[in-house]
């Protein structure tokens, strides 16, 4: 069960790499072409349902939400190790109810802890993301929000650059999938997991073998 499981993420987190010979590449990118991009040893590219040859018109959209869910994924990731070493904000996370931050438990029981009304404003927060400020139709994935560094000009070094950044949103898509279930199957957060050496998938879960 633990093998299948970990080979459906894999191939899911890499289901729309594509071949290098498909369609002409995008402007936005300097020349980088977006077909080359994410089809990267040891997986190179993976297609099982054969959507690259019969809905190719659909592959830039899947890259866009591909890219989109990698790089929330990878901010899930680096939120959930600093919230379970318990750096949290200072004051009220609502202060009608008297909840302070620090008082939300870490992992996935946390969301749990905030109020309907808080609920609806991140809904609300995400709806305002997805449709106007960073809208799911912005296949090219610049948002104009700016980047960390220097604009890359080099079509190479950019690729190589945006490989990285496909990548990791893979790894963090399954990183943060993988931490939620073990969480869920073993009552305990990802910090409380390290701290009891409770790490390894198999056997009886003690140490790393």
Same mark, same amino acid.
Request: hydrophobic fraction near 45%; proline fraction near 5%; charged fraction near 20%.
């Given at each position: 069960?633990?093998?299948?499981?970990?080979?459906?993420?894999?191939?899911?987190?890499?289901?729309?790499?594509?071949?290098?010979?498909?369609?002409?590449?995008?402007?936005?990118?300097?020349?980088?072409?977006?077909?080359?991009?994410?089809?990267?040893?040891?997986?190179?590219?993976?297609?099982?349902?054969?959507?690259?040859?019969?809905? !190719? %018109?659909?592959?830039? *959209?899947?890259?866009? +939400? @591909?890219?989109?869910? $990698? =790089?929330? /994924?990878? &901010?899930?990731?680096? #939120?959930?190790?600093?919230?379970?070493?318990?750096?949290?904000?200072?004051?009220?996370?609502?202060?009608?109810?008297?909840?302070?931050?620090?008082?939300?438990?870490?992992?996935?029981?946390?969301?749990?802890?905030?109020?309907?009304?808080?609920?609806?404003?991140?809904?609300?927060?995400?709806?305002?993301?997805?449709?106007?400020?960073?809208?799911?139709?912005?296949?090219?994935?610049?948002?104009?929000?700016?980047?960390?560094?220097?604009?890359?000009?080099? !079509? %190479?070094?950019?690729? *190589?650059?945006?490989? +990285? @950044?496909?990548?990791? $949103? =893979?790894? /963090?898509? &399954?990183?943060?999938? #993988?931490?939620?279930?073990?969480?869920?199957?073993?009552?305990?957060?990802?910090?409380?997991?390290?701290?009891?050496?409770?790490?390894?998938?198999?056997?009886?879960?003690?140490?790393?073998?």
């Amino acid at each position: 069960m633990k093998l299948a499981t970990t080979a459906l993420l894999v191939g899911s987190a890499s289901a729309f790499t594509a071949p290098q010979s498909k369609v002409a590449s995008t402007g936005a990118l300097n020349m980088v072409n977006e077909l080359e991009l994410g089809a990267t040893a040891p997986l190179g590219v993976y297609d099982p349902l054969g959507w690259l040859d019969g809905e !190719p %018109e659909a592959f830039e *959209r899947r890259r866009a +939400v @591909e890219r989109k869910h $990698g =790089r929330v /994924a990878m &901010m899930a990731v680096v #939120g959930t190790i600093v919230h379970n070493n318990h750096i949290v904000f200072d004051g009220y996370l609502s202060p009608s109810a008297n909840l302070k931050f620090s008082d939300v438990p870490t992992g996935v029981d946390g969301i749990r802890a905030i109020p309907t009304a808080g609920l609806l404003q991140i809904l609300f927060f995400f709806a305002l993301v997805e449709l106007a400020w960073m809208p799911a139709s912005k296949y090219d994935g610049d948002y104009g929000v700016g980047w960390f560094g220097s604009n890359i000009e080099d !079509p %190479e070094e950019k690729a *190589r650059k945006l490989n +990285v @950044e496909l990548n990791n $949103g =893979r790894a /963090a898509q &399954m990183g943060i999938m #993988g931490n939620m279930v073990v969480e869920v199957i073993t009552g305990q957060t990802m910090y409380e997991q390290y701290a009891a050496g409770h790490i390894s998938p198999f056997g009886d879960g003690e140490g790393v073998f």
